[in-house]
């Protein structure tokens, strides 16, 4: 029988694979994917760059800590956080707590060519975008460290390399 110590949860910067990855490992595992960003979007009826420009960033990390407490509490899950997710304290104990947590670690200048022409990225649409990954990057690594189980580079692997290394990381 699946409890929460059979979740599996993704952290890392945006862009670095967490969404697709999860998917794809989701059918995979026969598990059910969810995404905190996707999620709070379908509760609140708007896209989270909405939700920062209305409520700034503490309000939308509010809101996401919600979103984990509450799925983190579902059973045999593969979840996909946002990047920003480890930067609360109470995040980082419910995943740890809740299931095994997956670093998707990926460098800036990789995560720069791969979200380019994104514009639904709310952190990276001021200024320079290699300036702001190297900084988030700096800030989050050691959070992203702390709370992971695993480690997996994604910054230059195909995706079925990727998803091949995490299956042999669960076995």
Do not use: C, W
């Not at 304290?89 to 990926?106: D, T």
């Amino acid at each position: 029988m699946a409890t929460i110590n059979d979740n599996i949860f993704f952290v890392g910067l945006m862009g670095a694979g967490k969404t697709t990855i999860g998917k794809l490992l989701a059918k995979k595992l026969k598990k059910t994917f969810y995404d905190t960003d996707h999620e709070i979007e379908k509760k609140l009826g708007v896209k989270v760059s909405v939700i920062f420009e209305l409520e700034g960033e503490e309000g939308f990390r509010k809101r996401e800590t919600q979103m984990i407490d509450e799925l983190t509490n579902k059973k045999d899950i593969i979840l996909a956080t946002g990047g920003g997710a480890v930067l609360s304290e109470e995040n980082r104990r419910l995943l740890k707590e809740r299931g095994k947590v997956i670093y998707l670690n990926a460098k800036p200048q990789h995560l720069a060519k791969r979200m380019a022409f994104d514009k639904d990225r709310p952190l990276l649409q001021q200024g320079n975008m290699l300036d702001t990954l190297n900084n988030l990057y700096q800030q989050r690594h050691p959070l992203y460290l702390g709370v992971s189980s695993f480690v997996v580079d994604t910054g230059q692997q195909k995706t079925q390399t990727i998803i091949h290394k995490i299956e042999a990381l669960l076995r």
